[in-house]
């Protein structure tokens, strides 16, 4: 498996999991929000920043009909046009924010809903793309986005195995290379028990790609038993708020949760390690407390050994505890003064 890189940082097995904070509408329309998002993912740890490029008008059509309201989320009896026009990053702002984000040693890339979403984002030369769940099965846009021949972050929410071979194949088709997976639950707020994490090595097995996880629970638990898992990736949603009303922040971090869950994530790929059952450094000084072969009780010379002169005790020093049914019944060769640690050179063998 090979890893993606999104401006010379290699993401995958063997490379620190990218962090991403997913500002989404989480703005409320202002650009002086979107810019304090920014900042306060870059102070929480983030390694990346993401937006999503579309307008009310690229992503549905104005119309109030039944399919057309939301039932059954958090965003009950909505209209869908209504929702994506409240909840949209204005274009204009997006390179301002792009050349931000560079300032601040972050990346920023977005997840284009259409083909003009795709001509814009090339246009401002963003270095990757995210491709959302709900547009898996997208496949002419997959396409377009693949010809870009730059990464592609892939979401598969609600996604068959089949959907999401469909989309990789389509993607690898059009020329794409570099290809990351997110294992996703496309509940807003999701239930760690519906996640389904186990799924991430079968991703990662099956298509051969990095792959993380898109998580919309409010449970620190979550990425990181994902990064136990192997997920090379993890993907939040970052508010400055939750007091404040907005289609998002209900399944959005806060930058003090944001940093925990960075820290917690940390900690988790710092632990993984590797398969190794050498002492630790750590370990050295406490190996003297495993237990070794001592004397017990003043032994004169020519005193055979037993089980109430000699004992497995901490702490070591002695002969290992395995051979304490060789040394009984040996005679001691010359005064063993109790408290000393039996050696090989103290007895004469049976």
């Known amino acids: 498996m090979n890893p993606i890189s999104i401006q010379e940082r290699s993401i995958g097995p063997g490379h620190p999991v990218y962090i991403i904070a997913e500002v989404s509408a989480n703005h409320n329309q202002s650009y002086e929000e979107a810019v304090r998002i920014f900042h306060a993912a870059k102070e929480a740890g983030a390694d990346a920043v993401k937006l999503q490029t579309y307008t009310a008008d690229t992503m549905t059509i104005a119309c109030s009909r039944e399919p057309f309201l939301v039932r059954g989320t958090i965003w009950e009896g909505r209209n869908l046009h209504e929702l994506y026009r409240e909840a949209f990053t ?10 931000l984000a560079r300032q601040l040693g972050m990346h920023c890339f977005s997840t284009p809903f259409d083909h003009t979403a795709v001509d814009f984002l090339e246009a401002a030369q963003f270095p990757a793309y995210k491709i959302a769940s709900f547009e898996l099965v997208d496949l002419p846009l997959i396409e377009r986005i693949a010809r870009t021949g730059k990464p592609i972050i892939m ?68 990425p990181v038993t994902a990064v136990s898992l192997g997920a090379c990736i993890i993907e939040k949603h970052l508010a400055l708020s939750r007091e404040v009303p907005g289609p998002d922040t209900l399944f959005s971090l806060v930058p003090d949760e944001f940093r925990q869950m960075v820290q917690a994530v940390r900690t988790a790929e710092k632990a993984l390690g590797e398969v190794n059952y050498a002492i630790t450094a750590g370990e050295r000084a406490t190996s003297s407390f495993r237990r070794s072969l001592f004397v017990v009780e003043d032994v004169p010379a020519g005193q055979l050994l037993t089980k ?13 505890p395995k051979y304490l049914g060789q040394v009984l019944g040996c005679m001691a060769q010359v005064d063993i003064a109790r408290g000393t640690p039996l050696a090989w050179n103290l007895i004469t063998l049976k």
């Open 308 to 320: 109430e002169n000699v004992r497995s005790i901490r702490p070591a020093g002695g002969l290992p």
């Open 155 to 222: 979401s598969t929410g609600m996604g068959t195995l089949a959907e999401i071979d469909e989309a990789v194949r389509t993607a690898r088709g059009a020329g794409a290379v570099e290809i990351a997976l997110l294992k996703c639950t496309s509940a807003y707020p999701s239930r760690p028990e519906e996640m389904n994490l186990r799924t991430i090595p079968h991703l990662s097995k099956a298509f051969q790609v990095p792959v993380g996880l898109s998580d919309h629970t409010l449970a620190m638990a979550v």
């Open 90 to 99: 204005p274009w204009e702002w997006q390179p301002k924010l792009l050349a």
